[in-house]
Every structure is written in C-alpha cells, then in structure tokens.
C-alpha cells in the first residue's frame, strides 16, 4: 500500500513540474535572466 501512495504521488509529483515547465516555457519567463549566476552583472 506504501508503494502505491509513493508512486500515485511521484506521477501527479512529474505531472505538476511538467505543466509548470511549459508554461514557463510557453510565457517566456525562461528568459527573465539570460546570463544567470551573474544577474546582469550584480553579482
């Protein structure tokens, strides 16, 4: 029974990071910070 909740729960898990990452993708907020660690030089 542990098993089945652990894998129920990294399916719906994998389903939420895969629709949040398209629509990341979709809105273009993937590119918010092009030259990431450096933040446009401030760091």
């Given at each position: 029974?542990?098993?089945?909740?652990l894998?129920?729960?990294?399916?719906v898990?994998?389903?939420v990071l895969?629709?949040v990452?398209?629509?990341?993708?979709?809105?273009?907020a993937?590119?918010?910070?092009?030259?990431?660690?450096?933040t446009f030089g401030?760091?």
């Amino acid at each position: 029974m542990l098993a089945h909740r652990l894998a129920l729960a990294t399916a719906v898990a994998t389903l939420v990071l895969v629709v949040v990452g398209g629509l990341v993708t979709h809105t273009g907020a993937a590119l918010a910070v092009p030259d990431w660690p450096t933040t446009f030089g401030h760091n």
